[in-house]
């Protein structure tokens, strides 16, 4: 299900409503106590809304933290992988 939802949420029909409907998605998950949430179009394993704030807040930081942000995506995408043994 996690996989249907980050497709969709990547989709590029679906970009113009990605931040409205990752929010909806993010209080559906809390709402029922999934231990998951969406970030930057990715669902990770992380519940603590100061995680998720501090996350965002770090990627949406401005270029001259880029190697930071670059950082931090790329281990946003390895937290998101459910494949990993």
Same mark, same amino acid.
């Given at each position: 299900?996690? @996989? $249907?939802?980050?497709?969709? =949420?990547?989709? !590029?029909?679906?970009?113009?409503?990605? =931040? *409205? %409907?990752?929010?909806? %998605?993010? !209080?559906?998950?809390?709402?029922?106590?999934?231990?998951?949430? %969406? +970030?930057?179009?990715?669902?990770?394993? =992380? $519940?603590? !809304?100061? !995680? +998720?704030?501090? +996350?965002?807040?770090?990627? @949406?930081? *401005?270029?001259?933290?880029? *190697?930071?942000?670059?950082? %931090?995506?790329?281990?946003?995408?390895?937290?998101?992988?459910?494949?990993?043994?």
């Amino acid at each position: 299900m996690y @996989d $249907t939802v980050e497709y969709l =949420i990547g989709n !590029e029909n679906v970009a113009r409503y990605k =931040i *409205p %409907l990752s929010n909806a %998605l993010n !209080e559906v998950f809390a709402k029922h106590r999934a231990a998951y949430r %969406l +970030i930057d179009g990715l669902v990770v394993d =992380i $519940t603590s !809304e100061q !995680e +998720i704030d501090s +996350i965002q807040n770090a990627l @949406d930081s *401005p270029d001259k933290f880029a *190697p930071v942000s670059e950082h %931090l995506a790329k281990a946003l995408r390895l937290m998101s992988d459910r494949q990993v043994n």
